[in-house]
């Protein structure tokens, strides 16, 4: 099986489009996406690209058609995304049954998949914000003292060893 090859134009009108949504100009977005003639197998990441353009700049009804085809293509967890937007779309568009929907709908797809994300406003504009906690345990053990041989590689060895106020034979 032969996977279709996407025009170089086609990729840097979508990076472009993101890059303006993400210094919150909106209609900078949609005027790349506009340029797009066929995103091909990006046709998901398209039309997110497209719904949340139209949602920033208030244009909320017609934001929902490409958000729900973002969100009908994307798998889980990806698909979380369009529908957090679906959710602010058919609320501002006076559709409160189906925010519901959509809101229950990513709620469902982020304990399914586990993960937890958080936006937080900037403006207009909505940036998911995943939480990691990472552990970190480092143990130190003492060198194994071994044979030296004489040679160049232990030149470090003959200068004057700097003391960081640690004694090596306390543990």
Known sequence: MMIPRIPQKTVRKLIAAEGYLELGMPIQALRELDKVTDPGSLTASYSFLRGESLKRVGRYSEAIKPLQYAADL????????????????????????????????????????????????????FNPVIHHEVHLTISFEPAQEADEPDSDENFLLDEESEDFGLDPDEE
């Open 74 to 125: 994307l798998p889980i967890p990806h698909s979380q995304l369009p529908w957090k937007s679906l959710e602010t779309c058919y609320r501002e568009s006076g559709q409160s049954e189906l925010a519901d929907t959509a809101e229950r709908t990513a709620d469902e797809i982020a304990s399914e998949a586990n993960i937890h994300l958080r936006f937080d406003p900037l403006g207009t504009q």
